[in-house]
């Protein structure tokens, strides 16, 4: 089993930043691609960005492209999202997974399908 546990949500204003903390415990994250995922009120959790295993690979879904960036630090089972320019379509509470494999194919990356392990969230506000 692994344990997710996400912090670093809050209140901000529009233009403004938040950065994101994943921290893993339990069984290694080791080769996982590992993914976040937020969820607005009333509507479905979808895909935001993920990183492979070795960092080197990541995905985005297209509204947050060049401005969010993930990141991950194997030694600290740790993954981060970098979140800057935020916006109040951006409101929503945002989810850690882990996909317990090293996923390969973009569609498969984010399919929330694909993820075995998921944190508690972390609500994350952006006002106008």
């Known amino acids: 089993q692994v344990q997710l546990v996400e912090s670093g949500g809050g209140l901000v204003q529009a233009g403004g930043s938040l950065r994101l903390s994943c921290a893993a415990s339990?069984?290694?994250?080791?080769?996982?691609?590992m993914g976040w995922f937020r969820q607005a009120p009333g509507k479905e959790r979808e895909f935001v960005a993920a990183i492979s295993w070795s960092g080197g690979i990541t995905y985005y879904t297209g509204s947050v492209k060049g401005r969010f960036t993930i990141s991950r630090d194997n030694a600290k089972n740790t993954v981060y999202l970098q979140m800057n320019s935020l916006k109040p379509e951006d409101t929503a509470v945002y989810y850690c997974?882990?996909?317990?494999?090293?996923?390969?194919?973009?569609?498969?990356?984010?399919?929330?399908?694909?993820?075995?392990?998921w944190g508690q969230g972390t609500q994350v506000t952006v006002s106008s």
């Open positions: 339990g069984r290694t994250f080791s080769g996982y691609t």
């Open positions: 997974a882990a996909a317990g494999t090293e996923l390969q194919q973009s569609m498969v990356v984010m399919s929330k399908r694909s993820y075995k392990y």
